[in-house]
C-alpha cells in the first residue's frame, strides 16, 4: 500500500474513532493537530503526500502524524515491492478484524450514546480481544457486574429498573441447535 492510501485509510478510522461517520477532511486534520499536539502541518501538504506528489515525509512530519493517528511510524511508508499484508501473525490480523467490527458496531448503534463510545473505547485499546474474554468472565460470575456498575457508575445503578438487574447473568447457550446446523 502507498503512503497517500495509508493516509487516506487513518483519516477514514480517525473520523470513525471520533464519531464523525466519515473520514475526516485534511483540514480536520490540521485543526485537529494544532489544537491537541500544539504542532503545525499544512493541508497542502498532506494533499500532496496523498496525491503522491510528496512520495516521503521528512521524519519530523512521520513522528508526528504517527503519534496523532496513533501508529508506528514505520507504518507511514510504502509498502515494499511485493509486500503482503497477509504475512502479519495472525493475532495482530485478527485483533485489527475485530476492532473494525467494533468501530463497524459503534457507527451501527451512534444513536445509542453510551453503547457507541463503549464500542469506540473497546476498539481504541490495544488489545481489545482480551478486554471481550475478560467481559465474558465477569458475565459468568453471578453478580459481579451489578457489583461493579455500582462501584464505577453509582448513579446509573439507581436508575436501573428491576428488569435490568439479570445482567449478570448468562443466556443459555442451546449447543444442539448448533451441532445439528453443522452436522446437516
Not at 511485493?82 to 502479519?88: D, I, P, S
Amino acid at each position: 500500500m502507498k503512503l497517500g492510501a495509508k493516509l487516506r485509510y487513518l483519516r477514514e478510522v480517525e473520523g470513525t474513532l471520533r464519531g464523525l461517520g466519515r473520514a475526516m477532511t485534511q483540514q480536520e486534520i490540521v485543526r485537529s493537530v494544532k489544537k491537541e499536539l500544539g504542532k503545525t502541518i499544512s493541508q497542502s501538504y498532506l494533499s500532496q503526500i496523498e496525491s503522491g506528489a510528496r512520495p516521503h515525509l521528512t521524519n519530523t512530519t512521520r513522528l508526528l502524524l504517527a503519534k496523532f493517528f496513533k501508529v508506528h511510524p514505520g507504518y507511514l511508508v510504502d509498502d515494499p515491492e511485493g509486500y503482503n499484508a497477509q504475512l502479519m501473525a495472525d493475532i495482530h490480523t485478527l485483533e485489527d478484524k475485530l476492532d473494525l467490527w467494533l468501530i463497524s458496531g459503534a457507527e451501527r448503534f451512534r444513536r445509542d450514546i453510551e453503547l457507541c463510545q463503549a464500542l469506540l473505547t473497546l476498539a481504541q485499546n490495544k488489545d481489545s480481544r482480551r478486554c471481550l474474554l475478560l467481559l465474558e468472565e465477569v458475565l459468568k460470575t453471578p453478580s459481579l457486574a451489578d457489583r461493579l456498575l455500582e462501584v464505577l457508575r453509582p448513579e446509573s445503578v439507581k436508575a436501573q429498573s428491576p428488569a435490568s438487574a439479570s445482567l449478570a447473568q448468562p443466556k443459555p447457550v442451546n449447543t444442539n441447535n448448533r451441532t445439528k446446523r453443522r452436522t446437516q
